[in-house]
C-alpha cells in the first residue's frame, strides 16, 4: 500500500502547526530546508508584487515574529502526486491562508520545497520588504 498522501498530509501538518506553535524544529521537518522557499505576495507602489525568499529567512522574519493563534488546522483541498516524488497542495490555512505547496521527495521524505500563500481575506499586505530581505 502507498502510504504516500498520508505522508505528504504529515509534512503539510508539521508546517501549518509549526509555524502557528513557532516551533522551527517541525518547520525544519517539514521543509527542505535550507533550500526551500516562499513565494510572498505583497504591494509596492499600489501594485502586486511577487518575492522569492528562503525559508529560514521567512522564520526569522516573520513566523516567528507572529502573534499566537487561538484556532489551528490544515484543510488539504487538493492533493496531486506525480512520478512518485513530485506533488503539489492545495491547503486551508487556518482560514487565514490558502496555501499552495509544492513537495518532493528528497531521500525518501516529503519535503515542502516551494511555498506559495494569498490571505483568504482577498487582501495583499503590505510588507516591508526591505527589512524583511536584510539579515
Known amino acids: ?32 530546508v535550507p533550500n526551500a522557499q516562499m513565494k510572498l505576495i505583497s504591494q509596492k507602489e499600489c501594485r502586486e508584487i511577487v518575492v522569492t525568499i528562503p525559508i529560514e529567512l521567512v522564520w526569522k522574519k516573520i513566523w516567528s515574529t507572529l502573534p499566537d493563534r487561538k484556532q489551528i488546522f490544515a484543510d488539504i483541498l487538493s492533493l496531486d502526486i506525480r512520478l512518485e516524488k513530485m506533488a503539489t497542495v492545495i491547503v486551508n490555512n487556518s482560514d487565514i491562508f490558502l496555501d499552495l505547496l509544492t513537495l518532493y521527495k528528497v531521500n525518501g521524505q516529503w519535503k515542502i520545497v516551494d511555498k506559495l500563500s494569498r490571505p483568504l481575506s482577498g487582501e495583499t499586505p503590505v510588507l516591508d520588504l526591505d527589512d524583511i530581505l536584510s539579515n
Open 1 to 32: 500500500m502507498n502510504d504516500d498522501p498520508e505522508k505528504i498530509a504529515a509534512a503539510v501538518n508539521q508546517y501549518v502547526f509549526g509555524a502557528a506553535r513557532k516551533d522551527y524544529e517541525a518547520i525544519s521537518e517539514a521543509f527542505d
